[in-house]
């Protein structure tokens, strides 16, 4: 048995095309394997993409790795400390922010008063903006939080310290019993630069050149990959 853990944007979807013959592998590779979405979306953005799609996973990544979800029940999840969360909120100049909001658990809300956030988006109407934004955060909280740059570079995503897509793959290779020769892995951007390096990992070929020079090969398409394991 293998597992394969598949990033969601850029990687598992493409294009309408694309993500067709990758549903249609999965069905396939889950007959006798594990597929697990590893992605940094909150879970009401996955679902669209799940229900329009008709995606099948065994474990659902979310929020980069702070949240694991099996069956649609919460195994794992992984919270910014609250006082950290609170300091953080105080450091934004909310004029100057084109859109945010703040997930805990599956839930994504524009609420500041959100308890046990494991997730906080804020986006600029510019690249400098955030970016001065990006380097005052980790200024004053490099040692309790992750930050990721997603949508262009223009906007935030924080998580915890803790959070990363491997750490939440341990969790599940623990529950399974799987190897790290049994797991493989794919993406496209930094957040998955670890856990291609973890385990058995390839990229896409609109990879990022640090992914590219860490995966084992690129790959036109998920289904690709998924055919390759399993005829190898």
Avoid: W
């Avoid at 909001?101 to 500041?112: D, E, L, Y």
């Amino acid at each position: 048995m293998k597992m394969l853990v598949s990033d969601y944007d850029n990687t598992f979807y493409t294009n309408d095309n694309d993500i067709i013959n990758n549903v249609f592998g999965v069905s396939k590779f889950r007959k006798n394997n594990l597929f697990i979405i590893a992605t940094g979306r909150s879970y009401p953005d996955f679902l669209t993409k799940k229900e329009e799609y008709g995606i099948e996973y065994d474990y659902l990544i979310l929020n980069h790795g702070a949240t694991i979800l099996k069956d649609g029940s919460i195994i794992y999840n992984e919270t910014i400390d609250n006082e950290v969360k609170n300091n953080i909120i105080s450091c934004l100049d909310f004029s100057i922010i084109v859109d945010y909001f703040f997930c805990s658990c599956t839930k994504k809300v524009k609420s500041i008063e959100l308890s046990d956030v494991t997730k906080i988006m804020i986006e600029f109407a510019s690249l400098e903006e955030a970016r001065n934004v990006y380097n005052k955060l980790m200024d004053n909280f490099s040692n309790d939080v992750m930050i990721f740059f997603i949508s262009s570079d223009r906007a935030l995503e924080i998580v915890s310290k803790n959070v990363n897509k491997v750490e939440a793959i341990k969790f599940i290779q623990k529950i399974e019993n799987f190897k790290n020769n049994d797991i493989y892995t794919i993406g496209d951007n930094y957040t998955d630069l670890e856990m291609i390096k973890k385990y058995n990992g390839y990229c896409m070929k609109n990879s990022v050149l640090d992914v590219k020079k860490a995966a084992i090969m690129e790959m036109e398409s998920v289904s690709n990959l998924i055919d390759l394991i399993i005829n190898s």
